[in-house]
């Protein structure tokens, strides 16, 4: 926009363009933003890489299980040159680790199927057809390798074609793959329903949901998980159906979310993700002007401080710290200012006042923050940026039952690519 164009603007054009550019900006340390899109420090204000001085270096430790040992035993004397006998007693003075993958290739089983004549009554006999002849020739961990790499590892269709000639010499076309994922989901359906079984039976549940491209259109990845189970739902809309449609009617006796309308009333109580308020309070301690938000900002960090060690104290100790909490949120509440960003600020923490300080009542149990559920989205967003998205429902449906079978199994320690071939097998 040049100074002809300004010229052309009315008054109230000119003043709401003043108000736009005189808005501060949200980065992800005062607002919901990702990292990624902040701007970048100059590097004379970064920290320096590498190691700070005085650091203690760490060496790979060593297998527990090493496929083959390699002595090296003196031969000869370094001082008079004299030979070393291999019967010598010897001393055992360092260990060293060398490792190496194997070259990978298919192995591949050519089956063969004969046929002959009755020598009692001249009919021909054929063998019967191994499964191989009427269904797919790829194995079981090809079919795990495959949904890994493109799930959990973000590889598009192409990639992972690519990855399977050029790693391991095969031949996999876009079409096979495909339907390597079409003929894995029926396993991983039952896994993911029994899953939401599970999810649904929870005292306490969290959730949180993402955009995602699916068919062309903005759709959403939802998450919703327990202590004892991952549920990962795509879905077209964002709205509180999609939960109501996930937990069946089934009501919770905590409900752990951020401030989205759709995400209320879904338990009997309900847990207000701190860690998004806390960040509302950095934007107006940076840009507001008077020190309101700065006692938001201490009253938080007493509430943080009270989530992180609530396991080690006794349950009068936190129904007194949480009366005194209780206690100081309301004279914040209370707090006359002259800021727009304060007002702001304790406005949308009044309406959230009764479910701020849940987790005290259920120590232990219920987080005071959300931050689980946006771990357990993180991979989503990942595969969001790398793939752009999904060309069909099903595809998102099918890989969201792969997800919530796999992060399931996570929660008792399970490994992710095991999980998956176990689930095919």
Known sequence: MDRTDLQRL???????????????DKTSRNSSKPPSTDKKEKRENSRPGGAKPGHEPHNRRLADNPDEFRDHRPTRCDLCGGSVSPDADMELIGEYDEIEIPPVKPYVVRHRRFACRCAHCGAGVKAPAP??????????????????????????????????????????????????????????????????????????????ETGVRIEGTNSYHW???????????????????????????????VWISDRYSAQQKHGARHQTC?????RDTAFALEHGSDD?????KLWFGKA??????????????????????EKQLAALLAAATGCDLARELQAKIRRAQNQLLTFCDYPGEVEATNNGSERKLRPCVIQRKVTNG????????????????????RLNGANPFQTILDTLA
């Open 10 to 24: 009315s008054k109230d054009e000119l003043i709401e363009l003043v108000i736009q550019l005189q808005r501060p």
């Open 390 to 409: 999904y060309r069909a429902m099903w595809a998102a449906k099918a890989e969201a039952d792969v997800r919530t079978t796999v992060d399931t199994a």
């Open 223 to 253: 998450v919703f998980h327990c202590k004892d189970a991952v549920v990962h739902q795509p879905d077209y809309s964002r709205a509180a159906r999609v939960v109501e449609e996930t937990m069946s009617g089934r009501v919770p006796e």
């Open 304 to 325: 943080f401080d009270l989530a992180r060690d609530i396991a080690s104290f006794k349950a009068s100790t936190i129904a007194s710290k949480k009366r005194e909490l």
């Open 274 to 278: 701190l860690a998004h308020l806390a």
């Open 131 to 208: 499964k191989v002849a009427t269904t797919t020739p790829f194995g079981l961990r090809i079919h795990a390798l495959a949904i890994y790499l493109k799930g959990f590892q973000a590889l598009s269709y192409e990639r992972l074609r690519f990855l399977f000639r050029d790693a391991f010499g095969l031949i996999v076309s876009e079409g096979a793959l495909m339907n390597m994922f079409i003929r894995s989901h029926a396993g991983f359906k039952i896994e993911a329903d029994k899953a939401r079984v599970v999810l649904r039976e929870a005292k306490v549940v969290a959730s949180d």
């Open 292 to 296: 309101l938000p700065l006692h938001f």
